[in-house]
């Protein structure tokens, strides 16, 4: 029992963001009760791209968290973690047609860098641990570790039941306890219709024995490709995509495969209701993705919804915010999940830190938190909705994925920068949302513009105004007239769709970033940048 204690905040969820967020706040003192959720195991993401990386390791140098800059250089994580999460060394993209075996044309494969450390994080040792990491820096876990069966808020606190009858009170509760968030509940803010573009059924789980796709079909076929296995490899199709992520890479021992499915419920709406049934069903269209299923069994249980997506009303008040999961669930695709996380948790803590300094949990100091979140939300939403868009046709896909690589690689370089600038200067100012987007740094002149135009030329696409491959060309064009757009990696001929950052193509990096290239990049592009130079360590 806790009636005499009040915790400062209390989180509802333990999975990674919220066991992240903990850490931070209780290592800069503040009182932290951690409660489970009570609908169990909730489905996360499980692959990471190097901007979340950049993420990370601001979030460890920032808030002097060590164990977080592991997430973005795994050879730091404890061997439970390290030994049962897999190393990703490239993100693939195969473009499938229903009946038809794979046409090695179809593919694009971005091979990431050889000193970044991309992983597929499993999720159930990933997020004990990070519940650890918090408890280490003095989060409380309740004994028993109940859950939450109701939240009520007051002018004076916030006060947690839980399910073995304890009670609990709290200056302000943030809950990211997912799909049957207690405090959604009590306050009735699920909308009855997700305010997204994006819609999908998902089918997701882990698998035992799924078949590596270069062990069926030939990896000699697909010019300079790496293998597909040794990193996040996506099977598109019209209406959808099949996202694999073997864990047994790099030093990983385990062998399960990460499985999701996600896909447009109205055109495949022929598919059973049974979730074994449906994927069977699904793959067994795609001779050349169902060789890898045939011996592959599921292993523990399938999460699945016919509507993944889900949103809520409002997301903050006075003492409560709606965070991660619970203000919103949207697909997983693209790294999407741990990314936001990331980037709420640097958002989100030194706004909760000054609140606690002034006693101040008010709805107006939460609110731009809140907001923030809410442009995120629709930012990712546009992203995974052109690439539904985009899934259809590969000339589209194409064009598509050089613009979210683009967007992701600057972003990584520019948060990069930021920090060491904020470091040097003994500020963090620079890192603080900013008006009118989802950026929290500032990034190159014209990426947001570049990204609006795919988006909205995507939008005619959906739409039926404008046909894919008119869409193709003017993105192409696009990326062929932008300047900040780095000419060594050709991101504007259809033909270069395989990417490898060898040592001539960083010099050559380099000196365009020293000669030609706009202003505000030359501070991102530097060679500790190309090299990825670790952080320094946090004391």
Not at 291 to 314: L, M
Not at 412 to 428: E, F, I, Q, T, V
């Given at each position: 029992m806790h009636r005499a204690v009040k915790f400062d905040v209390a989180i509802l969820g333990t999975h990674l963001s919220c066991g992240l967020l903990a850490a931070v706040l209780a290592r800069h003192h503040l009182r932290v009760v951690l409660f489970d959720s009570d609908q169990g195991e909730e489905l996360g993401g499980e692959t990471t791209v190097p901007y979340t990386a950049e993420a990370f390791f601001t979030l460890a140098r920032r808030f002097g968290v060590p164990e977080i800059a592991g997430f973005g250089l795994t050879s730091g994580l404890p061997d439970p973690v390290r030994l049962t999460s897999g190393v990703k060394r490239s993100l693939g993209f195969l473009h499938h047609t229903a009946g038809a075996e794979h046409d090695p044309r179809r593919s694009v494969q971005f091979n990431v860098p050889g000193e970044h450390a991309e992983w597929h994080p499993y999720r159930p040792f990933v997020d004990q641990y990070v519940v650890d990491v918090a408890r280490r820096y003095g989060a409380v876990l309740p004994d028993g570790r109940p859950c939450v069966t109701d939240v009520q808020v007051s002018a004076e606190d916030v006060t947690i039941l839980a399910d073995d009858g304890s009670l609990y009170r709290a200056r302000c509760v943030i809950d990211g306890s997912g799909t049957d968030s207690p405090l959604v509940r009590r306050l009735g803010l699920l909308d009855a219709e997700p305010r997204l573009v994006s819609r999908s059924r998902v089918l997701a789980s882990h698998m035992l024995g799924v078949t590596p796709?270069?062990?069926?079909?030939?990896?000699?076929?697909?010019?300079?490709?790496?293998?597909?296995?040794?990193?996040?490899?996506?099977?598109?199709?019209?209406?959808?995509?099949?996202?694999?992520?073997?864990?047994?890479?790099?030093?990983?021992?385990?062998?399960?495969?990460?499985?999701?499915?996600?896909?447009?419920?109205?055109?495949?709406?022929?598919?059973?209701?049974?979730?074994?049934?449906?994927?069977?069903?699904?793959?067994?269209?795609?001779?050349?993705?169902?060789?890898?299923?045939?011996?592959?069994?599921?292993?523990?249980?399938?999460?699945?919804?016919?509507?993944?997506?889900?949103?809520?009303?409002?997301?903050?008040?006075?003492?409560?915010?709606?965070?991660?999961?619970?203000?919103?669930?949207?697909?997983?695709?693209?790294?999407?999940?741990?990314?936001?996380?990331?980037?709420?948790?640097?958002?989100?803590?030194?706004?909760?830190?000054?609140?606690?300094?002034?006693?101040?949990?008010?709805?107006?100091?939460?609110?731009?938190?809140?907001?923030?979140?809410?442009?995120?939300?629709?930012?990712?939403?546009?992203?995974?909705?052109?690439?539904?868009?985009?899934?259809?046709?590969?000339?589209?896909?194409?064009?598509?994925?050089?613009?979210?690589?683009?967007?992701?690689?600057?972003?990584?370089?520019?948060?990069?920068?930021?920090?060491?600038?904020?470091?040097?200067?003994?500020?963090?100012?620079?890192?603080?949302?900013?008006?009118?987007?989802?950026?929290?740094?500032?990034?190159?002149?014209?990426?947001?513009?570049?990204?609006?135009?795919?988006?909205?030329?995507?939008?005619?696409?959906?739409?039926?105004?404008?046909?894919?491959v008119t869409a193709a060309d003017r993105i192409f064009g696009a990326l062929r007239r932008a300047d900040f757009v780095p000419p060594v990696y050709r991101f504007a001929d259809p033909k270069a769709r395989y990417y490898h950052f060898r040592f001539a193509n960083r010099l050559r990096m380099l000196m365009w970033a020293r000669t030609s290239a706009p202003p505000e990049l030359r501070r991102a592009i530097s060679t500790e940048n190309l090299t990825n130079v670790p952080p320094a360590p946090v004391h």
């Open positions: 796709f270069e062990e069926h079909t030939p990896l000699d076929r697909y010019d300079s490709a790496t293998p597909w296995s040794a990193g996040t490899l996506s099977h598109l199709f019209e209406g959808g995509w099949l996202q694999v992520a073997h864990f047994a890479t790099g030093s990983s021992l385990n062998p399960l495969t990460s499985v999701v499915a996600s896909f447009d419920a109205e055109r495949f709406a022929d598919l059973p209701a049974d979730p074994e049934r449906a994927f069977r069903a699904l793959v067994g269209r795609f001779p050349s993705i169902e060789r890898s299923f045939r011996g592959a069994a599921v292993s523990g249980r399938w999460h699945t919804d016919r509507r993944f997506q889900r949103t809520v009303r409002q997301t903050a008040g006075d003492r409560w915010l709606l965070f991660d999961r619970s203000a919103s669930r949207n697909d997983l695709f693209l790294s999407r999940d741990l990314t936001m996380s990331a980037e709420m948790i640097n958002v989100l803590a030194p706004v909760l830190l000054r609140a606690a300094e002034l006693d101040d949990w008010s709805q107006s100091r939460l609110s731009p938190v809140a907001s923030f979140q809410n442009q995120l939300i629709g930012f990712h939403d546009r992203l995974l909705a052109s690439a539904r868009v985009a899934a259809s046709d590969f000339r589209l896909w194409n064009a598509y994925s050089r613009v979210w690589l683009l967007w992701s690689m600057l972003s990584a370089l520019s948060l990069k920068a930021a920090r060491n600038d904020s470091l040097a200067a003994g500020s963090w100012d620079r890192l603080a949302p900013q008006a009118g987007g989802p950026w929290w740094f500032d990034v190159p002149r014209g990426l947001p513009e570049l990204l609006n135009m795919m988006f909205d030329l995507l939008d005619e696409v959906r739409a039926g105004s404008l046909a894919s």
